[in-house]
């Protein structure tokens, strides 16, 4: 007992710390949660298969390269791994301080949108031309948000005021204006989700969400009685809730998604079938927003409970990772990561069956498009960190 005391000590007064704790500072490799990675891969590579499966026929048809989107996804998905490598060896904590900074650089991208430099497309502008590819803001901004939220919030220590709330709602009120004028309605209601993932974790209290609530509720009642809201916008927020839309118009998009989940029956019809919804482009954007159906369609319920399982347990290991992280910007981080994804995957798959309503929101790691794939990348390499640094 007497020797242990005294090497105890020892190892204590050499550099002021167990040599343990040391050595796991400058190996938290040591500490990655494979786990996580896995499932990351795996959902990557479940995104790739059906980005080629939505866009072979169709390119084939066109005389175009039938594997292009299916060698840009995989670009992405390469860069996004790089951006995850370099993510998760960055000590997260180093980001509360740089949040200003990291917050600022996104609402100018998202600036610079609205300029000449943006890109039009379908009446909407949401990207800016780089060239090799077009890099969409808005994806980025989402991580900006909760990583200045998380900041802000782990100020606070769990002790939030009604000031605190207003200054956190002030932080996603700006972005949200600025992705409104592209528009882009369905990114506005992620930075919702954000805002209450942050407040619920940063310990908020009741009446502030009673509060927030209310004033939300008065906020949407004045935005369409004010016409701030297009028709069109209008019709595709409300169209799921009318049991016999238009097909012809309004409910054309949501009617062929049906069927084409519908029709995959348990098995599916097969990756890259002939004479199916997907491959005779019955469903617009169907490797972007609508991919879903095309997993109904062509890998039947098996296949989409497969999907749907595999993102269960990417939530579970974000949940756990902010159960486990040793500060509250760490838990608000996970949190603000998990709400993204939960947020997303709901309204996507739900809209897609026509229990929410149709937005322009990707699936996460499964719809075709770069800047969202190297998003969810970014994310994952959050929560890696969080969990590689948990003991240090």
Do not use: C
Not at 27 to 42: E, F, G, K, N, Y
Not at 210 to 219: F, P, V
Not at 243 to 270: E, R
Request: net charge positive; glycine share 12%.
């Amino acid at each position: 007992m007497a020797m242990d005391g005294i090497f105890g000590e020892a190892v204590d007064r050499i550099g002021g710390e167990p040599i343990s704790s040391r050595m796991a500072r400058k190996a938290p490799v040591r500490h990655l949660d494979p786990s996580l990675l896995m499932i990351t891969l795996m959902l990557a590579a479940y995104g790739v298969v059906m980005v080629q499966s939505t866009t072979l026929n169709s390119q084939a048809s066109a005389g175009l390269d039938p594997n292009l989107f299916l060698k840009r996804q995989v670009a992405f998905g390469i860069a996004g791994l790089i951006a995850l490598l370099a993510i998760s060896f960055f000590d997260y904590r180093y980001l509360a301080g740089f949040s200003p900074v990291i917050y600022g650089a996104a609402l100018v991208t998202l600036i610079l949108v609205l300029t000449p430099l943006g890109t039009i497309r379908s009446g909407a502008t949401r990207w800016i031309d780089l060239g090799p590819f077009e890099a969409q803001p808005s994806e980025l901004a989402k991580v900006a948000v909760i990583i200045v939220l998380a900041a802000y919030l782990a100020a606070k220590k769990g002790e939030v005021t009604g000031l605190d709330i207003a200054v956190a709602v002030g932080l996603v009120a700006v972005p949200s204006i600025l992705i409104y004028r592209q528009p882009d309605l369905g990114t506005m209601m992620v930075f919702v989700a954000l805002l209450g993932a942050a407040l619920l974790s940063g310990g908020a209290k009741i009446r502030h969400f009673l509060s927030l609530g209310l004033l939300g509720l008065i906020g949407v009642v004045i935005i369409l009685q004010a016409g701030l809201l297009k028709d069109y916008q209008v019709q595709r927020l409300t169209s799921f809730l009318d049991p016999n839309p238009d097909v012809q118009s309004v409910g054309y998009n949501l009617t062929q998604s049906k069927i084409a989940i519908g029709s995959g029956g348990m098995q599916g019809k097969g990756l890259g079938g002939k004479n199916t919804q997907t491959s005779l482009d019955f469903v617009p954007e169907q490797h972007t927003d609508f991919i879903f159906t095309a997993v109904g369609e062509q890998l039947g319920f098996l296949g989409s409970a497969t999907l749907l399982g595999m993102f269960a347990f990417l939530l579970w290991r974000g949940l756990r990772i902010a159960a486990m992280s040793r500060d509250l910007f760490g838990t608000l981080l996970a949190s603000g990561v998990v709400a993204l994804w939960a947020f997303q995957i709901f309204v996507n798959v739900g809209m897609t069956m026509g229990i929410m309503p149709i937005t322009g929101i990707p699936l996460p790691f499964i719809s075709y498009g770069g800047s969202s794939l190297i998003t969810n990348f970014v994310a994952v390499g959050l929560l890696l960190n969080i969990h590689m640094r948990r003991y240090l």
